[in-house]
């Protein structure tokens, strides 16, 4: 998250970074792997709302995650896993 310990982007999360974020930083993320990465759409010019997820979605995410090893081993989905279980952990 930190782009690699860069001093300008630490400094940056560590004074604007807030709790309630995460939340939209664990949905947001998921949007762009699974449409990326088990819809094969390139994510391009398009805006965040442009990437609906919904509970309709469900049985498509859980497909991905059990039958293509690319998106259920990637590492911004680890993250996601991560993030989530940190704050209902």
């Known amino acids: 998250m930190t782009e690699g310990f860069h001093p300008e982007i630490i400094n940056y999360q560590t004074t604007?970074?807030?709790l309630n974020m995460i939340f939209s930083i664990?949905?947001?993320s998921l949007k762009q792997l699974y449409y990326c990465v088990a819809k094969n759409d390139p994510f391009e010019k398009k805006c965040m709302a442009d990437y609906p997820l919904r509970m309709a979605d469900f049985d498509g995410l859980q497909l991905a995650f059990q039958r293509n090893n690319t998106f259920s081993n990637h590492?911004?989905?680890i993250?996601?896993?991560r993030l989530f279980a940190y704050i209902y952990g």
């Open 16 to 18: 604007n970074f807030e």
């Open 26 to 28: 664990i949905v947001n």
């Open 75 to 77: 590492t911004l989905l």
């Open 79 to 81: 993250i996601c896993l």
